[in-house]
Structure formats: structure tokens, C-alpha cells
């Protein structure tokens, strides 16, 4: 047998065990994760399931769900521990608080100019509101008349020549 042949054999065995070597990597991450748990942790559970670590085994967690509510997993059950920033967020909705970081920046620009009011009142007065209520068709009608542009017939009336 020749080397051409042997070729493709040779690159599929190798991308089976960079395969392998990578799946190898990940259960090793997620065994090192679930083994780093402590009671008090925030978990999600591979079926979605978010709750506080009680008590870990050695094959079982003890899970905190809600008042009086204590669920048996088995360890590989536990898709991710959260930190308690992500877990607060998630499950309470309490963010964390942004003004000890950084600066805030405003939601529009408006806050960063001074201007006078009056000056912005009067600007603000000249737009005239937009509006969305359904109209009539007889106003439809005239409207869409005004708006149309002169359709092209047929022929080469507008080409230059």
C-alpha cells in the first residue's frame, strides 16, 4: 500500500483523538466544578433548575429550591455553579450595584448639555406629534393622492436621446 492510501486513515485517526482529547478536557472542567461546590453555592441543574447547595456527598447534592423545599440530586445533575453576583441576579433579580464600579452613563445626551429651558420649550414645540389612530377612507384616499408621483407609461418620453 502506498502512502496516498493510507493518508486519509491516517487524518481521521488523528481527529478522533483530538476529539477525544478535547471531550476528555471538558468532563475533567466539570468534574473539578462539581467537586468545588460548598454549601451555600448557587447551582443551576442540567435540567434548568436553580437552587442554594445545603449538603454535598460524594455522589449526591442536597439542594435548597425554596422555604422548605430540600431536593436529592446526584452530582453530575449540576450543570454549573454560579457565582453569587449571577446567582442574585438570576433568582432574586437584585443587581449588583453599578455606582461603586464606574461612572454612569446617562440613558440620552440630554443631561450633559445645559441649556434654558425656555429655549428647549420652544423647540420642542414646533415638532408636531405623530399620529397613529386609524384613518377614515375617504382621508386615506386623498392622502395617497397627494402622495403618488406621476406613474411612466409605456415608451421613452423622459430618455434622452
Known sequence: ????????FIVLIGAMFLMTRSAKKK???AVDMRNAMQPGSGVRTIGGMYATVKEVNEDTVLLDAGPGVELLFAKNAIGAVLTDDE????VHGIEHDLKSDADV??????SL????GPADAAA???DK???FAKKDE??????AKADEEPQKTDGDSDAKK
Open 87 to 90: 446567582y442574585n441576579r438570576i
Open 27 to 29: 468532563q475533567q472542567q
Open 105 to 110: 452613563v446617562p440613558d440620552d445626551a440630554s
Open 138 to 143: 375617504t382621508e386615506e384616499g386623498a392622502d
Open 124 to 126: 420642542a414645540s414646533d
Open 113 to 116: 448639555t445645559e441649556t434654558d
Open 1 to 8: 500500500m502506498s502512502l496516498v492510501t493510507l493518508l486519509p
Open 129 to 131: 406629534p405623530v399620529d
